[in-house]
């Protein structure tokens, strides 16, 4: 009863302070219906989702959680607007509003050239969301809001079906605060997307490593499908992380030869999937990447265009294995503090500070769990997916550009730490303390 009033007192109190900015001329009466809805539906899904594990909990943080999401839009619709004046979301929410009449009349905008996986299927989204009720500008930040932080509620089912229970309130409480979630996909664009579809690619990654279930594989290629289409890159990262979880992860058997089976199967639809992409990466950025001349052009081109401008990182891209701890240090732990040079920067310090001190100290306890590493296929698919994210991210050399791509990857290098990280404390059961008793008594 006392968690069903908090939730109550939450929801109440973030229509009451998004009523209050509306009445003072912050924006229109969409911010308040999205607020409201989006509190109903993160309420109702956070009550839905719980387990015996995390029932006495869940809820509270998913509203939290929510909550800190709805303050990160806030911030970010501040600065998009007030600070910069320009952006991605001013261009999306014009064509949105336009293409929203289209799918109104039952006409799906046509998408053409080689950006139409990524910026025009973005723009196709958003007139399709917009066709329901077209909001304003901070209406619409908060709708795409809500959307990403689906997809961080599908991040941490994902990893709730591979972890200990007491690993599951810390995972949450990250994965649901960390400032890069809060903030960076809060706007109307590519991000908020992303984000949901990579939510539920891991998600479906999670559900199809436990044993290999094949069945999940379908579910599996429709959101990586959807993630494709908007960066088709991301959605190579987690075929090729999955390939490897199927390869290096121990499954137990539990009896069932037909579990060898399933990992074949899995292996092979990692394979095709690998195929696909590799196929169709040339149409998307003009690259093809089995040949060493277009791949050696396109990476020398990113790491000088975002050397060009801003605060930018030293180091060179990822030539061989001795260089990838480097290319971790820059994803996950930069910018620096003493990097930071206006208040952007001194915010993305703060929390990849924090991030470095929370890895220090995991650290030891992670290195004497390493041994438990393979026997959970998830742990194996994060720890793949994050190294390949750096590899990648390597060339990108702009600190701005990395802050705001990290939420692609800190939810899955959380994953390997957390995991390894925080020993299992489950109390005993009533039961369990009798037969451990005895046992003792025994002894």
């Keep these: 009863m006392k968690s069903d009033a908090l939730i109550l007192v939450g929801a109440g109190s973030a229509a009451l302070l998004l009523g209050f900015l509306i009445t003072t001329g912050a924006s229109g009466v969409a911010v308040v219906f999205f607020v409201v809805l989006g509190a109903l539906l993160v309420v109702a899904i956070g009550r839905s989702i719980r387990r015996p594990v995390d029932e006495h909990w869940l809820s509270r943080w998913v509203l939290i959680g929510f909550s800190a999401k709805i303050v990160g839009t806030l911030v970010?619709?501040?600065?998009?607007?007030?600070?910069?004046?320009?952006?991605?979301?001013?261009?999306?929410?014009?064509?949105?509003?336009?293409?929203?009449?289209?799918?109104?009349?039952?006409?799906?905008?046509?998408?053409?050239?080689?950006?139409?996986?990524?910026?025009?299927?973005?723009?196709?989204?958003?007139?399709?969301?917009?066709?329901?009720?077209?909001?304003?500008?901070?209406?619409?930040?908060?709708?795409?809001?809500?959307?990403?932080?689906?997809?961080?509620?599908?991040?941490?089912?994902?990893?709730?079906?591979?972890?200990?229970?007491?690993?599951?309130?810390?995972?949450?409480?990250?994965?649901?605060?960390?400032?890069?979630?809060?903030?960076?996909?809060?706007?109307?664009?590519?991000?908020?997307?992303?984000?949901?579809?990579l939510g539920a690619s891991a998600y479906f990654v999670a559900r199809s490593l436990e044993a290999f279930q094949v069945r999940w594989l379908i579910a599996l290629g429709t959101s990586l499908a959807a993630l494709g289409v908007i960066r088709i890159h991301i959605a190579g990262l987690v075929v090729g992380a999955s390939i490897a979880a199927a390869l290096f992860s121990r499954v137990p058997s539990r009896g069932d030869p037909a579990v060898a089976v399933r990992r074949l199967l899995t292996l092979g639809a990692g394979v095709a999937a690998a195929i696909v992409v590799i196929s169709?990466?040339?149409?998307?950025?003009?690259?093809?990447?089995?040949?060493?001349?277009?791949r050696d052009g396109f990476t020398a081109d990113v790491f000088r265009r975002t050397s060009e401008r801003g605060t930018v990182g030293s180091g060179e891209p990822v030539t061989g294995v001795l260089d990838?701890?480097?290319?971790?240090?820059?994803?996950?732990?930069?910018?620096?503090?003493?990097?930071?040079?206006?208040?952007?920067?001194?915010?993305?310090?703060?929390?990849?500070?924090?991030?470095?001190?929370?890895?220090?100290?995991?650290?030891?306890?992670?290195?004497?769990?390493?041994?438990?590493?393979?026997?959970?296929?998830?742990?194996?698919?994060?720890?793949?997916?994050?190294?390949?994210?750096?590899?990648?991210?390597?060339?990108?050399?702009?600190?701005?550009?990395?802050?705001?791509?990290?939420?692609?990857?800190?939810?899955?290098?959380?994953?390997?730490?957390?995991y390894l990280g925080w020993e299992d404390r489950t109390p005993l059961q009533p039961e369990d303390k009798i037969t451990a008793n005895q046992r003792s008594a025994v002894r």
């Design 76 to 197: 970010r619709y501040y600065m998009v607007t007030e600070l910069y004046g320009a952006g991605d979301s001013f261009r999306y929410y014009r064509a949105g509003t336009e293409l929203a009449a289209q799918w109104r009349a039952g006409n799906i905008p046509p998408l053409t050239g080689r950006g139409a996986f990524g910026t025009q299927v973005t723009e196709a989204i958003t007139g399709g969301l917009f066709a329901v009720v077209t909001p304003d500008m901070l209406g619409g930040f908060v709708l795409f809001a809500i959307l990403a932080y689906l997809g961080q509620l599908l991040l941490y089912a994902a990893f709730r079906r591979h972890a200990q229970p007491s690993q599951l309130k810390p995972y949450a409480i990250l994965i649901f605060l960390m400032p890069t979630y809060a903030f960076w996909p809060s706007s109307i664009g590519k991000d908020a997307l992303v984000l949901l579809a």
């Design 324 to 418: 990838i701890p480097a290319a971790l240090g820059l994803v996950l732990f930069r910018p620096f503090i003493f990097e930071a040079t206006e208040i952007q920067h001194y915010l993305a310090a703060a929390e990849t500070t924090f991030l470095a001190a929370l890895t220090v100290w995991k650290l030891p306890t992670v290195i004497r769990n390493l041994k438990r590493w393979r026997a959970n296929p998830y742990v194996v698919f994060s720890t793949f997916y994050t190294i390949g994210f750096a590899v990648a991210f390597s060339i990108v050399r702009n600190l701005g550009i990395i802050a705001r791509q990290r939420g692609q990857v800190l939810a899955f290098f959380l994953t390997f730490i957390v």
């Design 280 to 294: 169709v990466f040339p149409d998307i950025f003009g690259v093809d990447i089995l040949s060493s001349q277009d």
